[in-house]
């Protein structure tokens, strides 16, 4: 079992930036692959970024060149840089963790997500 706790979230002007943190509880967390993912009101959950135990990472090309995936697997931490914001990356965002080493970028693939947390980027 994995639990996990998002934080960082709030509000922010266009432009400006943010990081959000995934604390994970569980003894695999540090071989499982873990993503970030947003769902704006009226809008499907999409997917915007993951990383591999070994810290191989993918990020959706809406995001790609302003969002950056890491992780301290000493921390149980997975960390979402985001800059650049736009209004268009206003959403809840939510950590989320497979019980495999791989990353994919399909929400059915993940077995444990946090509760989320809102970002919001005034224009």
């Known amino acids: 079992q994995v639990q996990l706790v998002e934080s960082g979230g709030g509000l922010v002007q266009a432009g400006g930036s943010l990081r959000l943190s995934c604390v994970a509880s569980?003894?695999?967390?540090?071989?499982?692959?873990v993503g970030w993912f947003r769902q704006a009101p009226g809008k499907e959950r999409e997917f915007v970024a993951a990383?591999?135990?070994?810290?191989?990472?993918s990020v959706s090309d809406s995001v790609k060149g302003r969002f950056t995936i890491s992780r301290d697997n000493g921390k149980n931490t997975v960390y979402l840089q985001m800059n650049n914001l736009e209004p268009e990356d206003t959403a809840i965002y939510y950590c989320?963790?497979?019980?495999?080493?791989?990353?994919?970028?399909?929400?059915?693939?993940?077995?444990?997500w946090g509760q989320g947390t809102q970002v919001t980027v005034s224009s």
């Open positions: 569980g003894r695999t967390f540090s071989t499982s692959a």
């Open positions: 990383i591999m135990w070994s810290g191989g990472n």
């Open positions: 989320a963790a497979r019980s495999t080493i791989y990353y994919t970028t399909r929400v059915d693939d993940y077995d444990y």
